[in-house]
């Protein structure tokens, strides 16, 4: 997983700007579908790979399922269900760590195409929580500030325990 910055990199609190769809961005999008497709992620976001670019890949399909890719350029959240659940969320840019998050079962995104085309896509359940996921890393929000300060805490304490035995096993 080299190439994934890593929680706190500066480039996870950077909001991309929205822009129209370009030749860098149509090759940044491809870097972030082959790494997403490298390691099988749900979704990725620009900002994983260290870019700030408005864009992320999410894979359309359930969980359970093999992985369908979308490129998603200038993403946004237009519409969310007012109904929440739970869920474990996790990132490649902090390996090995889950904590729950809340999220609405449903969202309406706007987003570019790769030819410049506006296009709306509503998404449910889990897909709907990996594109929210992802929405908020374009914006700059990584998914730790969507938990209390005590499972932020508790989930960093862990991580660097276990980066520090990783490093003395090495």
């Given at each position: 997983m080299g190439e994934f910055v890593i929680y706190p990199d500066a480039a996870l609190t950077r909001k991309a700007t929205p822009r129209p769809v370009d030749a860098r961005m149509l090759e940044a999008g491809a870097r972030l579908l082959a790494a997403a497709e490298g390691v099988q992620a749900y979704g990725l976001a620009a900002a994983h790979l260290g870019l700030d670019e408005p864009l992320v890949v999410i894979s359309i399909a359930p969980a359970t399922a093999p992985r369908d890719?979308?490129?998603?350029?200038?993403?946004?959240?237009?519409?969310l269900a007012p109904e929440t659940e739970t869920g474990m969320e996790g990132s490649v840019s902090l390996p090995g760590i889950e904590v729950p998050v809340v999220r609405s079962t449903w969202a309406v995104l706007a987003h570019d195409d790769a030819a410049g085309g506006s296009q709306n896509l509503r998404v449910?359940?889990?897909?709907?929580?990996?594109?929210?996921?992802?929405?908020?890393?374009?914006?700059?929000?990584f998914f730790l500030r969507r938990v209390s300060s005590v499972k932020r805490d508790l989930a960093l304490r862990k991580f660097r325990k276990t980066n520090s035995l990783a490093s003395i096993r090495s």
């Open positions: 890719y979308l490129v998603l350029f200038n993403p946004k959240v237009i519409d449910e359940g889990f897909v709907a929580r990996v594109a929210q996921h992802e929405i908020d890393q374009v914006n700059g929000l």
